[in-house]
């Protein structure tokens, strides 16, 4: 009943030229695929031609960042309707590099999520614990305060816009993904949280996607687990035949 959904995030990867051959590469490589909906997250610069190369197809574009405000004197910020003018259709919030490096905080992931969905964008909501928090047992601890805190204010028909994805800090980039059976657990965890905060229903519907070291060889293990309903694919998403694979991990 969940749709999945494959998302590739190329982080600051990848050229405008760069982007439409990735393009020409994936298009006929998942031509008949519908068991999921298939999302591509290049950065800014290439998100126009990353649009204009997948028209007609079944791959929907993300920016990886949003700013609040529609407009105005926000030097290196981008507007919602800006990303929807660039074809955007999707937009990463919250990513770990974001919150790690660029300062992003629970309260400014709201901010951006709630702009997001206003504007007609569906919102892929980060969250995930580090490595210490973890190590300490604040796992759960640490993703339930982002989960409410990030969400917590949303009603449920806005929850229908947003998609969350569990991205332990310590599985991104590292070539360690969590065991199914501990990402399942997180997972679940989340999806309790949210029926805390809504009925039963908003928990049962939302998405709830793994991201960390997704790889053509551990997507199928994932993806059967009850509550992963998909994945946020960084390095192994930057090669169109790699992720073309992972997309077809039936
Ligand atoms: C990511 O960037 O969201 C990610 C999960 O990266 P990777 O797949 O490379 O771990």
Same mark, same amino acid.
């Given at each position: 009943?969940?749709?999945?959904?494959?998302? $590739?995030?190329?982080?600051?990867?990848?050229? +405008?030229?760069?982007?439409?051959?990735?393009?020409?590469?994936?298009?006929?490589?998942?031509?008949?695929?519908?068991?999921?909906?298939?999302?591509?997250?290049?950065?800014?610069?290439? %998100?126009?031609?990353?649009?204009?190369?997948?028209?007609?197809?079944?791959?929907?574009?993300?920016?990886?960042?949003?700013?609040?405000?529609?407009?105005?004197?926000?030097?290196? #910020?981008?507007?919602?309707?800006? %990303?929807?003018?660039? /074809?955007?259709?999707?937009?990463?919030?919250?990513?770990?590099?974001?919150?790690?490096?660029?300062?992003?905080?629970?309260?400014?992931?709201?901010?951006?999520?709630?702009?997001? &969905?206003?504007?007609?964008?569906?919102?892929?909501?980060?969250?995930?614990?580090?490595?210490? #928090?973890?190590?300490? /047992?604040?796992?759960?601890?640490?993703?339930?305060?982002?989960?409410?805190?990030?969400? /917590?204010?949303?009603?449920?028909?806005?929850?229908?816009? &947003?998609?969350?994805?569990?991205?332990?800090?310590?599985?991104?980039?590292?070539?360690?993904?969590?065991?199914?059976?501990?990402?399942?657990?997180?997972?679940?965890? +989340?999806?309790?949280?949210?029926?805390? +905060?809504?009925? #039963?229903?908003?928990?049962?519907?939302?998405?709830?996607?793994?991201?960390?070291?997704?790889?053509?060889?551990?997507?199928?293990? %994932?993806?059967?687990?009850?509550?992963?309903? $998909?994945?946020?694919?960084?390095?192994?998403?930057?090669?169109?035949?790699?992720?073309?694979?992972?997309?077809?991990? %039936?």
């Amino acid at each position: 009943m969940r749709r999945p959904i494959i998302a $590739g995030n190329w982080k600051m990867f990848k050229t +405008i030229a760069e982007t439409k051959s990735f393009c020409d590469a994936l298009i006929p490589a998942i031509l008949g695929v519908d068991h999921c909906e298939i999302v591509v997250a290049p950065p800014f610069t290439a %998100l126009a031609a990353a649009s204009e190369e997948v028209d007609g197809t079944r791959i929907a574009i993300s920016s990886q960042d949003v700013f609040w405000e529609s407009q105005g004197a926000f030097t290196g #910020e981008v507007a919602v309707r800006m %990303l929807v003018d660039a /074809g955007c259709t999707y937009s990463i919030i919250g990513h770990s590099e974001r919150r790690q490096f660029f300062g992003e905080t629970d309260e400014s992931v709201a901010k951006k999520t709630k702009a997001a &969905i206003d504007g007609g964008l569906h919102a892929i909501v980060c969250v995930g614990e580090l490595l210490a #928090e973890r190590d300490a /047992g604040r796992a759960v601890e640490v993703v339930r305060r982002q989960v409410q805190e990030g969400l /917590g204010k949303f009603s449920a028909k806005e929850l229908s816009s &947003i998609t969350i994805a569990y991205e332990p800090v310590w599985a991104i980039g590292t070539g360690r993904t969590a065991t199914p059976e501990t990402a399942e657990e997180m997972h679940s965890e +989340i999806r309790k949280t949210i029926a805390g +905060i809504h009925a #039963e229903t908003a928990a049962a519907g939302i998405r709830i996607l793994y991201g960390g070291s997704v790889k053509p060889d551990n997507i199928a293990s %994932l993806m059967a687990k009850e509550n992963i309903d $998909g994945a946020l694919v960084g390095g192994a998403s930057l090669d169109a035949m790699s992720f073309a694979s992972i997309i077809k991990y %039936l």
